[in-house]
């Protein structure tokens, strides 16, 4: 190893799979979360984008500010920059597909070596298998196809005259992937047509729409029945996933006449035929739509979850986020720990809570023996999963996972009253148990030594039942402030924005400042926040209940 590779940072070359979010992999989820830049593909989908550390840097190939493709060698020269400015830094190079599958990863980790970048390599499922599997054909089938090519429809011979044409083309659509005018795809295409011809398994083409009247005339030519049957996928795996059958003969009229787009792979074989059987992906009420979804917090709403299933692309913006505390302030906990020796409960309601204390409780040099002895409480079974995480089980954990009951709880048991069904204590096991533990009343006589770990916003509700109680804030909430570019990208393009709040409208109108918003379908929870929404220009769809059932309904009442 040369002198400083080891300061450098590290370079992982990344998958994301063909489009759905659930085919990434676990791999490529854990390196994104801890990235400091990535630096990504168009057409990496806002779904994936969104599972990145959200303080990475963000870097978009694919298209720069002047709207030009960045150059494949400028690529290879930002990555070793990045790995140089990043001393020990973790730099995600995300691709779509697999990065060695016409990814061209191996030139940029060609160009890491040259440089001396340490980088790995997180495979991904490419687009030739995984998008024919979504729409139900298997690539190899006993009996039908005893092997399977993936070929090129494109070769990237000359980038200067490649760079040159994509700026002529359709951005969104044609970007990093069909590159190639159907007039000159004899000069660029110096595929061996006779030996593909010959080939009796599956044939699989990517980026060859723009090419394949002329790949389909040529395979012809070179004696491939004209009846073999074809199948274009475009956006395969996605929501707006859509298959067109054809065969050899048929398949230039083909794509004219039902337009078929980029990105799409084009499969040929016996195999094809199955899709008419085994397509299993189904068309939902709200597929080939994009939402965005304002979010108060940054705990899963729920309501993303459930326009995902029904077929959604949704765009998750949380309108808030949590930062650590400045130790010390007052009001917030100590910077040094000597403290806790005045308290007998800690009491957690939230997992941010568990979260930042542990953090800082960390940083100043201590560990959770500083907790040993005290009694644990945590106001519902998310946080107390959390707490188990950082291996402390609770003793209090109210039923109705409120900051009522659990003030309810404590109390009950200051009180030393009977304590009602609706509370739990836990026995030594960590089995939950319902109703009264009288000794343990005992062990809290003392109201004043119980301590509350909250976030600055968190209401009084445990400070009125509990007023002798300490509480210190362990984390803040702010508002965001700013979306990140391709955050803004995915609004601006999106179908319609779902409101669940007169504050999240006005947030959103605060943070996003896009003018292409005005007159944009909204989904409105309620009257109030419809007439938010109506106030910032917004056309508007409102449930008949405030309640995410009664939106949820609505969406897709209006799209079916
Ligand atoms: N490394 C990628 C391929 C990059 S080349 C992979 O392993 O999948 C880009 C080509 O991949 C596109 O032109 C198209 O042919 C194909 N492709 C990628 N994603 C696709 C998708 N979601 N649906 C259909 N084709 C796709």
Same mark, same amino acid.
């Given at each position: ?409 404590? %109390? ?32 809290? /006589? ?70 292409? /918003? ?8 309620? %009257? ?33």
């Amino acid at each position: 190893m040369k002198e400083n590779s080891g300061k450098k940072g590290k370079v992982y070359l990344i998958g994301a799979g063909p489009g759905d979010p659930g085919l990434l992999t676990l791999r490529g989820k854990s390196v994104l979360e801890k990235a400091d830049v990535v630096v990504y593909d168009r057409l990496v989908s806002p779904a994936i984008l969104g599972f990145c550390n959200p303080k990475a840097r963000m870097v978009d190939v694919g298209k720069m500010p002047t709207h030009h493709k960045v150059k494949q060698s400028e690529i290879n020269k930002l990555l070793v920059q990045f790995a140089e400015e990043y001393p020990e830094g973790v730099i995600a190079r995300l691709k779509g597909g697999d990065p060695f599958v016409f990814g061209r990863g191996g030139e940029e980790a060609l160009e890491l070596v040259a440089a001396d970048v340490e980088f790995e390599v997180v495979p991904g499922i490419t687009s030739a298998i995984s998008v024919p599997a979504y729409a139900g054909i298997p690539v190899s089938h006993r009996g039908i196809a005893t092997s399977f090519h993936i070929i090129t429809g494109h070769e990237r011979s000359d980038e200067r005259t490649l760079a040159g044409s994509l700026q002529t083309r359709d951005e969104r659509a044609c970007q990093v992937f069909e590159p190639a005018e159907m007039s000159c795809a004899s000069d660029r295409l110096s595929l061996d047509f006779e030996a593909i011809a010959r080939c009796p398994g599956t044939l699989i083409f990517l980026m060859g729409i723009a090419n394949m009247d002329f790949i389909a005339r040529r395979l012809m030519e070179c004696g491939k029945d004209p009846k073999t049957p074809l199948a274009f996928i475009e956006k395969g795996t996605t929501p707006y996933q859509r298959t067109v059958m054809a065969t050899l003969q048929t398949a230039g009229e083909t794509i004219i006449r039902e337009n078929v787009t980029a990105p799409a792979i084009t499969i040929m074989g016996g195999v094809v035929e199955l899709g008419k059987t085994l397509a299993w992906k189904k068309n939902l009420p709200l597929s080939g739509k994009r939402l965005v979804v304002t979010r108060a917090a940054k705990q899963a709403s729920g309501i993303s979850a459930r326009l995902t299933a029904l077929g959604a692309e949704v765009i998750e913006t949380p309108m808030i986020e949590t930062k650590d505390v400045f130790p010390g302030l007052p009001g917030n906990l100590p910077a040094n720990f000597d403290d806790l020796k005045n308290f007998d409960l800690l009491a957690f309601t939230s997992t941010n809570g568990v979260e930042s204390f542990f953090k800082q409780l960390l940083a100043s040099g201590r560990d959770i023996r500083e907790l040993a002895g005290k009694k644990i409480a945590s106001v519902g079974k998310i946080t107390e999963k959390k707490l188990l995480e950082y291996g402390i089980r609770c003793d209090y954990v109210p039923e109705d996972h409120t900051g009522e009951g659990l003030g309810m709880l404590l %109390r009950s048991i200051l009180d030393e009253r009977t304590l009602v069904n609706s509370l739990q204590t836990r026995d030594e096991s960590g089995v939950a148990l319902s109703g009264t533990r009288s000794a343990e009343s005992k062990d809290l /006589l003392d109201e004043s030594r119980i301590l509350l770990l909250q976030g600055n916003l968190a209401d009084d509700t445990l400070l009125k039942f509990l007023p002798k109680a300490t509480r210190w804030v362990v984390y803040e909430t702010l508002p965001v402030t700013e979306l990140p570019e391709w955050k803004r990208e995915a609004v601006a393009s999106a179908d319609a924005i779902v409101f669940a709040s007169t504050s999240a409208v006005e947030n959103f109108v605060q943070i996003s400042r896009l003018s292409s /918003l005005v007159s944009r379908l909204s989904f409105c929870i309620g %009257r109030m926040t419809e007439a938010a929404a109506k106030s910032h220009g917004f056309e508007t769809v409102t449930s008949d209940e405030t309640t995410m059932d009664s939106l949820v309904k609505k969406i897709v009442e209006y799209y079916t």
